[in-house]
Every structure is written in structure tokens, then in C-alpha cells.
């Protein structure tokens, strides 16, 4: 952990004279009788430093605990002198105390190489002490200041090491959106049905209203028990979305309320994966849970969920992935009976050599819900590409899709629609995350996306520009 000695401001004292006592801490026992209880070396605060800090690399945590106590009581905030005792109580397995004063050195640090060594010993410290998500969280640290692309991959291995080998995980991602249509409204203040001689006025909350949108998503899981073939584990989720009209949305809607759109899902569940069938990196895993939907701060349902995914690999580029899906939903009082949704989607994915992956992915949707109206069936089909190197520090994937849905009972007030309800969705996203720009393991990410719906009732014709901002975790 070298620094030189210019980085951090001293007060203009004589060369100070510390003295080690080399000979009593460390080599106590290993003096003849009658030989000199101590030795005493004249050093400065610098070589002190260095010379706490080599202890340490080396391997004697007595000499590094005794220089680092000097030059501590010299200067309490001195990182480097912290980095050597708390890499000395890690080497007489003083945990608790390794773990503390690694994060006064990080705190303290006055470069990357120093925060990057000092968040290191803090996480073998939390790993020691079975302090698992501090380890991680460290360890992200670390990678945030690795002095170098090769440390830094290092920590990605490690990191994937730790992650894998914990039994508690968990991901968050947030995002806050300008969007020119919070809630789905029609483009048009006209509602025409082809095929019906009349025309409705649509009212002005019916109308596409711009705002923001705020999402979080947190999930967890809790890993039951793993073999060499398999793994079962607790599964468990909580999203909250929330929206505002700008003013613009205010002009056109005074009186619309957009806590309506607001959106709190909590889930929980169990998973079970299993390594399937001779070719190394296929697998097949059961989720089963229950969810509870709330909407405008009213609870609409609770669902049963449950699905099957399967991935193999087809060759050393290409994989196929596929999964069915279903959902047997209760609703409250006020919102109908039953409901039951399902469907199923495939995708194929190829590694490029560069390291870009296109994928094509197509799936059927079909949902059964209270009022027949709103039964549906619906096709969709995305094709991706993500580039295998940043531009200008961001990593790029784009998308484009299509999607198909049909409401066969459709109808307008008294009115049915001939041929029912037949929606067409066109849309496009473009995300990059911004990987140079960090913090903890985590970057800011930008997604812009663009849909728009063509339909026979025009009051689902609709359009949207989103720009979601939000954070996305790198490794």
C-alpha cells in the first residue's frame, strides 16, 4: 500500500523520532538471558509508515501493530498506519476489530491504491467474522478502486465466488422516468370504433397525460439447500411504482389523480433448479409463490403463481431458453371472482466473437379475467442485441418488437366490437449503462424507449416517449 508522502498534509515538526519496540513485541521470546530488554531505532513519521505498512504485507502483525500504535497516536486519521493494524489484528484473527479499523482506513484514504487495499481487509474481515453481505458490499468496493483492469477482474471473480457461496441475496434496481404518457391514454380525444357508425368524446384523464414515473424493485432469496445437482431456495419480492403529472399533464387533466396509477406488489415464493441431461450448463427450474397487488392504494388481488424454465446450450455460441408460465389470481370484493393467466416464450441467443449477443425471442400470452371484455390472447416477438465492448465508457443493448393482442368480447358500452378488439404495439428501447462511473459495484444506467399502438378502437391508440434514469448493478 505505498503512498508517497507529499499526498497527505503534515505540520512542518522536526523529524520525529519513533521508537519500535522491535525486540519486546516480537522477538520476546527468543532472546538469550540477560540480553537487552529492547532495541530502539530512530525513524521519521514516513519510514515509520513504511515500515508499518511492509510489517504488515509480510506477515508480522507484531512489529506492524507496534509502529502502527505509534504513529496512530501521532495522527488518528493517518489511513495508512490504520491499513497496518487492521492487516494485523487480521493476522491474529481479531475480526471484529480487523473489520472496524479497515473501514477508518478506507474512510481516510487519500487514493484509489489505498481504498482499494484497505476495502480488500475489510472484507476478508466481514467473510471471517460470517458477516457475509458486508464482505460483499466491500468487496464491491474494492472493485470500485482496483488500481488495475486485472484487479478488478480479479474482484469479479471473487465477488461471483462470495455471491455464490452465500445463502442470502439480494438485487435492487430504481429508476425515475419522464414519460409523454403516464397512463396509457389515447392520442386522439376522439373515440372511433371501425365498424360502428358513432363517435364518443373522450374525457380528459382518457387522454395520454405526461409526468414522471418512479419504480423500485427489490428481490430476495435464501438458499434452503444445494448438492452438486441442484439447489431450493426462499424467494421474495417487493416493487412499489409511483406517478406524477408535470404540468403539462395538470393543464390537460386538472382533476386526475395520478396516485391512481400508484403500484405495490409484494411477493414471496420458493425455487427449485436442477442441472438436467449430459450437456454441461442445461438446467431446469420450478418457481411456485403468492402475490399480493395493490393499485391506487386499494388491494385488487392475491395470486398463485407458478412456472417452469429450461435453458441448454446448442452449441458453444448459441442457447435456447424457454419457459411456461401461470397464475390463478383471487380478486377482492368490488373486482370480480377468479381470474387465470398463462402462456409460454422461447428465445435463442449467439455469442458473437467479439463478444455481442443478438437474441430472438417470441412468446403467447392468454388471460381470463372478471368481465369478459378484458379476456385476451396475444402474441409477442423481441429481437435484442447488446455490443461485447463500451462506446465512450457505456455499455449499449438495443431492442425492437412486436406484439399482437386480441380481446374477443370486446365491447364499447352497448356496443360490440365487430370482430372484437384487436390491438398492434411496435416498440423500441436503447439502454446503456455508464460501467466507468461506479460505486459500489454499481452505475447509472439511461434507457430511452418509444411504443406505439395501433387499434380498431381508437381509444387505445397511443403513443409514448420514456426516458427511464436508474442505477444497475455490474457484477
Do not use: C
Request: overall charge negative; hydrophobic content about 40%; glycine content about 10%.
Amino acid at each position: 500500500m505505498p503512498r508517497s508522502a507529499s499526498k497527505r498534509p503534515r505540520t512542518d515538526m522536526p523529524r520525529r523520532l519513533l521508537t519500535a519496540l522491535l525486540a519486546a513485541a516480537a522477538l520476546a521470546g527468543a532472546q538469550p538471558h540477560g540480553a537487552a530488554a529492547e532495541e530502539t531505532f530512530a525513524l521519521s513519521l514516513d519510514d515509520a509508515r513504511a515500515a508499518a505498512v511492509a510489517a504488515a504485507v509480510s506477515g508480522d502483525a507484531a512489529t506492524a501493530a507496534v509502529l502502527a500504535g505509534e504513529l496512530l497516536r501521532h495522527d488518528p486519521e493517518d489511513s495508512q498506519a490504520l491499513f497496518a493494524l487492521s492487516t494485523a489484528y487480521l493476522a491474529t484473527r481479531r475480526w471484529d476489530a480487523a473489520y472496524e479499523t479497515s473501514r477508518k482506513a478506507f474512510r481516510f484514504a487519500e487514493d484509489d491504491t489505498d481504498r482499494y487495499h484497505a476495502a480488500r481487509v475489510a472484507s476478508i474481515a466481514a467473510l471471517a467474522g460470517e458477516r457475509r453481505i458486508q464482505s460483499q458490499f466491500w468487496l464491491r468496493r474494492a472493485g470500485d478502486n482496483a488500481p488495475t483492469e486485472a484487479e478488478r477482474n480479479k474482484i469479479q471473480r471473487q465477488f461471483a465466488y462470495l455471491r455464490h457461496e452465500t445463502p442470502f441475496r439480494f438485487q435492487l434496481d430504481a429508476s425515475v422516468s419522464p414519460s409523454s404518457n403516464i397512463n396509457s391514454g389515447s392520442d386522439s380525444a376522439y373515440n372511433i370504433i371501425e365498424g360502428v357508425p358513432l363517435v364518443g368524446i373522450l374525457s380528459p384523464d382518457a387522454m395520454a397525460l405526461s409526468g414522471y414515473i418512479a419504480q423500485t424493485n427489490l428481490r430476495l432469496s435464501y438458499r434452503l439447500r444445494r448438492s452438486e445437482t441442484s439447489e431450493t431456495a426462499l424467494t421474495g419480492g417487493y416493487y412499489v411504482k409511483r406517478a406524477w403529472l408535470d404540468d403539462d399533464g395538470k393543464d390537460t387533466a386538472p382533476d386526475f389523480d395520478a396516485g391512481r396509477l400508484g403500484v405495490t406488489s409484494a411477493t414471496f415464493g420458493v425455487t427449485h433448479v436442477m442441472k438436467v441431461g449430459k450437456v454441461p450448463g442445461s438446467a431446469l427450474r420450478f418457481d411456485a409463490g403468492l402475490r399480493d397487488y395493490w393499485q391506487g392504494g386499494d388491494r385488487i388481488y392475491t395470486a398463485f403463481t407458478g412456472g417452469v424454465y429450461y435453458t441448454r446450450p446448442l452449441t458453444e455460441r448459441l442457447r435456447f431458453s424457454g419457459q411456461l408460465s401461470a397464475e390463478k389470481r383471487n380478486y377482492a370484493d368490488g373486482y370480480g371472482d377468479e381470474g387465470l393467466l398463462g402462456g409460454f416464450n422461447a428465445a435463442l441467443s449467439y455469442r458473437f466473437d467479439n463478444g455481442s449477443v443478438v437474441s430472438v425471442a417470441a412468446g403467447y400470452n392468454e388471460s381470463d379475467v372478471p368481465g369478459d371484455i378484458f379476456d385476451s390472447t396475444g402474441w409477442t416477438g423481441k429481437v435484442s442485441y447488446s455490443l461485447g465492448k463500451p462506446v465512450l465508457g457505456v455499455d449499449l443493448t438495443a431492442g425492437i418488437g412486436v406484439s399482437f393482442t386480441e380481446y374477443a368480447d370486446y365491447t364499447m358500452l352497448i356496443f360490440p366490437v365487430p370482430g372484437g378488439r384487436q390491438d398492434e404495439t411496435v416498440f423500441f428501447d436503447l439502454e446503456g449503462v455508464f460501467t466507468q462511473v461506479e460505486y459500489a459495484g454499481f452505475s447509472p444506467s439511461v434507457r430511452l424507449r418509444r411504443t406505439i399502438t395501433a387499434s380498431n378502437v381508437s381509444r387505445y391508440e397511443m403513443s409514448e416517449w420514456s426516458v427511464a434514469v436508474g442505477i444497475r448493478s455490474n457484477f
